[in-house]
Each structure stands twice: as C-alpha cells, then as structure tokens.
C-alpha cells in the first residue's frame, strides 16, 4: 500500500471529521472503555490498567479496539519479562559445541519491541504519531442545555437582577 496508513475513525471524528469518510460504516463512539482481558499477564495488565481509561477518555480506543490494545499489553508484557530475563544472564551464551550465540531473551526482547512500535503508532502511543493527531477540545455546553436563551449573552445572567 502506498502513501500514508488511513486513520481510525475516532481520531477522524477528534479532527473534527464524521468518521465516516471512507464509507465502511459508522465510526465506534461507544458509551464503556474496553474490558481487560483475563489472558494477559501481569506486566501486560499492569500496562492496560495505566493506558486504557486514558485513551478511552481521548476517544482513541473504545470496546471495539480491545484486541489491538490488549496485543500491545501483551507484547509489553513479553517485553519486560524478556528483559528482567537479559539482566539475570549473560548477552552470549557459549554453547556445548563451543560457538557463541546472542541469548534468545535478546531476540525475544527485540521482536516485542517490534511488535509494540507497530501498535504505539496506531494506537498514538508515541511522540511522533501524537504530533500527528490534532486534539479540538469539544464545544463547551449550549445555552439551551442550561436554560439560558441563546439571544442573551451568558454575562447577563450571572448580574444581579434590579
């Protein structure tokens, strides 16, 4: 695929689009943040308490974006198992053949590394792929919601009445 990867439609909508430009249905605005799966392991659902409410609350991932953050989780969750293992042993590793080979936690470690940077930028967990994602605030409340008329400046209630 050439030229740059398609937005999800929650961060259409958060640009001020109906994140339904493409035409393949209407964007995911649902009204819960996504479960944590019970699968996981430690480190990934330490890693999915920290970011999920969050990214629920920017309106990047709802109920329907669950598997793509919990494969993120759990490839942070390999990660850091992968690098608690590469602190306890050595980089190289000499076999009974005699030749010397990198550890496999090294690879393991590399490969989730990997697998995370795929998942930051489509989840923009990184610095890069948040510059490319413009937050707009949304509107403050109406006046309607409130009582207020619209064809009085919201200052004129807040002075006493004579």
């Known amino acids: 695929m050439r030229g740059r990867k398609p937005k999800p439609a929650q961060l259409r909508v958060i640009e001020g689009g109906n994140g339904n430009d493409d035409g393949r249905g209407a964007a995911y605005t649902g009204p819960k943040a996504p479960t944590c799966p019970a699968h996981l392991n430690p480190s990934a659902k330490a890693e999915w308490k920290r970011l999920a409410q969050h990214l629920f609350m920017r309106g990047i991932v709802g109920e329907g974006d669950r598997a793509a953050l919990a494969a993120y989780c759990q490839a942070y ?8 293992k590469l602190a306890e042993t050595p980089l190289l590793i000499k076999l ?3 030749y010397i080979q990198q550890s496999p936690w090294l690879a ?5 590394l990997e697998i995370m940077h795929k998942y930051m930028a489509e989840l923009g967990l990184s610095p890069v792929s948040r510059s490319r994602v413009s937050v707009k605030r949304a509107p403050g409340p109406k006046p309607w919601e409130f009582g ?3 064809s009085r400046p919201a200052d004129a209630y807040l ?3 004579r």
Do not use: D, F, M, T
């Open 77 to 84: 969750g390999r990660w850091v198992e992968a690098e608690r």
């Open 96 to 98: 009974p053949s005699g």
């Open 108 to 112: 393991i470690a590399n490969k989730q």
């Open 148 to 150: 207020l008329s619209a």
């Open 159 to 161: 002075k006493p009445r």
